[in-house]
C-alpha cells in the first residue's frame, strides 16, 4: 500500500502559480499511476490530471490544459502539479492518489485510485 503526503500548497493571487508536490512511501510507486484531484468548497470531487507509471503519458481535465504540468521522478518517488497562470476558480483542496495497475481503466474515476493523501489547499484570490 502506496502513502501518499502532498505539500506546497498555499495563498496566491490569480494569475501567480504554485508547485504541489505528491512524496510517496511504504509502496513500488512505480507501479502506480498517479492522478490529481481537488475538491472546492461545496462541491464533489473533481478529477484534475493524471501520469502513468512510466511518466510518458498525462491526462488533463479540460479547464487545466495549458496551465497545468503534472511529472513524475521514480527515482524519488515524487510527483509535482505545477500550477501556472492560477484563476479563483481553482481555489480547491488538492489531493494526489495511487492508481494501482489492476484497477479500472479511466484516470478520471476516483473509484479507480486506492490511496488517497491528506490534502493541501489552495487559495486563489481575485
Known amino acids: 500500500q502506496v502513502s501518499l503526503v502532498e505539500s506546497g500548497g498555499g495563498l496566491v493571487q490569480a494569475g501567480g502559480s504554485l508547485r504541489l508536490s505528491c512524496a510517496a512511501s511504504?509502496?513500488?510507486?512505480?507501479?502506480?499511476?498517479i492522478g490529481w484531484f481537488r475538491r472546492a468548497p461545496g462541491k464533489g470531487r473533481e478529477f484534475v490530471a493524471a501520469?502513468?507509471?512510466?511518466?510518458?503519458?498525462?491526462w488533463y481535465t479540460d479547464s487545466v490544459k495549458g496551465r497545468f504540468t503534472i511529472s513524475r521522478d521514480n527515482a524519488k518517488n515524487t510527483v509535482a502539479l505545477q500550477m501556472n497562470s492560477l484563476k479563483p476558480e481553482d481555489t480547491a483542496v488538492y489531493y494526489c492518489?495511487?492508481?494501482?495497475?489492476?484497477?479500472?481503466?479511466?484516470?478520471?474515476?476516483?473509484?479507480?485510485?486506492?490511496?488517497w493523501g491528506q490534502g493541501t489547499q489552495v487559495t486563489v484570490s481575485s
Open positions: 511504504g509502496g513500488a510507486f512505480s507501479s502506480h499511476s
Open positions: 501520469i502513468s507509471r512510466d511518466g510518458s503519458s498525462t
Open positions: 492518489a495511487a492508481k494501482p495497475p489492476y484497477s479500472g481503466t479511466y484516470f478520471y474515476l476516483a473509484d479507480n485510485y486506492g490511496s
